[in-house]
Every structure is written in C-alpha cells, then in structure tokens.
C-alpha cells in the first residue's frame, strides 16, 4: 500500500495542477472575451449613433434614433450633448431631454461629458459593483442651417454587462467542465495502466518472495507487466 501511494500520489498530483491550470487559463480568457465583447458592443453603438448624428436633418430626428436604441437591454442610458450650449438633445431617457447638463442629477455622466467636451476625446471605466460599462465618446452633429459646419457634442452610453457577463460565463464554465472531463479521464487512464502493468506485478513479486522464505513450493510468478518486471518474474521463478 506505501508503494502505492508512492507511485500513485504524483499522479493524482499532476492531475490537480492540471485542473488548476485549467481553471486560470479559462479565468483569463473569460476576462478577454469580456472586455472584447463590451468594446465591440460600445463601437458598435458610437458607430451608430455618430452616423445618425452626421446625416440627420434635426435634433428630433437624433432624438428619434437614440430613444429607440433604448430598447436595448444592455443599455442602461445614452446621453446626447451640443458643446455650444451644453444641452441634452437625446437620451434614452426623456425626462432628460432639453435639460442643461448640469442640471441632469448625474454626476458620473456630468463629469465625463464635461471632460470629453474640453478635452475632445474619449474615455471609458467598468464599474464591478454595477456591473457597467461607462463609455465617453466626442461626437460630430449635424450641419447647422446658418454654416453647414458641422457641430461637435459628446455622447455618453452607460452598458448593463450582467448579460453579456452571465452568457460568456456559461460559455467558460462548458468549456472548463469539457477540459475537466478531459484531465480526470487521462488521470484515470494513468492510474489503471500503472496499477495494472507496475503494481499489481511488483506485488504478485512480492507475495511469492514471502511465500519461498516460508519455504511454500509451486509459487510462480505471472509473466505480466513491462519488460524489466517480466524479467525479474522469470529470474524469481528460474
């Protein structure tokens, strides 16, 4: 039974740090595909959203485009504003519409298009308590009637990541369950292959080695196991 455990202890050894191995290696790109798949879905909506900006006739029409993207069950809120006077001109959120971005009670969103604004450019944060994905963006608007320049402003798009979270983890836990299948069959495999061509030889060896001191005749050894226990087999029976 020691020798057992000798043999059999380092397998069993090797197999959990594969598992853990496994484990960090699936964490990480759980994390990868994450942040991926919230920049994706960010651009994605940027994207849109500066399109709808850039070709549309009014700030209704921007309005129109914005609101509808509300239905999107991952966004938690959109803000529109126009550098020149500051004002929410599309949101997600209509009580917001019209009011002056100072005046909208939210400081995160506040804050960040003031930034954007000043600074023309663009920044993001995930908050984990929340589970979000706060992204700010500069935006080109419209052509004004008086210039035809186009105007600039800056959007604010606030992502619920708890779905997106919730569907790359059942994704990451299948694939860590299909490589824990995978490692708990090879270490089982290993361990009957050892029992049955190393250990169980070694202990038939000794069993008989008992059995001659005790003076016991026609005890035979079976001929099994790798080459060098068969030919200690042969040596004891000879």
Do not use: C
């Not at 039974?1 to 069993?12: E, S, T």
């Not at 740090?17 to 990480?28: K, R």
């Not at 929340?130 to 500069?138: E, G, K, L």
């Not at 997106?164 to 824990?180: N, Q």
């Amino acid at each position: 039974r020691k020798l057992n455990w000798i043999i059999l202890a380092p397998i069993f050894s090797l197999g959990l740090v594969g598992i853990v191995i496994s484990a960090l290696i699936t964490y990480e790109e759980f994390e990868h595909h994450f942040e991926e798949e919230i920049y994706d879905h960010q651009q994605t909506l940027v994207n849109s959203i500066q399109y709808a900006a850039e070709i549309a006739d009014s700030d209704n029409e921007i309005a129109r485009v914005i609101s509808s993207l509300g239905g999107d069950k991952n966004i938690r809120l959109i803000i529109l504003v126009r550098d020149d006077s500051l004002r929410v001109i599309a949101s997600t959120r209509n009580a917001l519409m019209g009011k002056l971005l100072d005046d909208i009670g939210i400081k995160g969103a506040i804050d960040s298009l003031h930034k954007s604004i000043k600074t023309e450019s663009k920044f993001g944060g995930f908050d984990k308590e929340q589970v979000s994905y706060a992204y700010v963006s500069p935006i080109l608007l419209s052509r004004s009637n008086i210039d035809f320049k186009l105007a600039r402003g800056a959007v604010y798009i606030d992502i619920d990541a708890t779905q997106i979270r919730r569907h790359l983890l059942r994704t990451a836990l299948t694939e860590f369950t299909f490589l824990l299948t995978i490692l708990t069959a090879i270490t089982l495999m290993a361990f009957y292959l050892i029992r049955r061509h190393v250990l169980r030889p070694i202990g038939q060896i000794s069993d008989a080695i008992k059995k001659y001191k005790e003076n016991s005749e026609g005890n035979y050894v079976p001929v099994v196991g790798g080459i060098e226990i068969s030919a200690l087999a042969h040596v004891i029976n000879e």
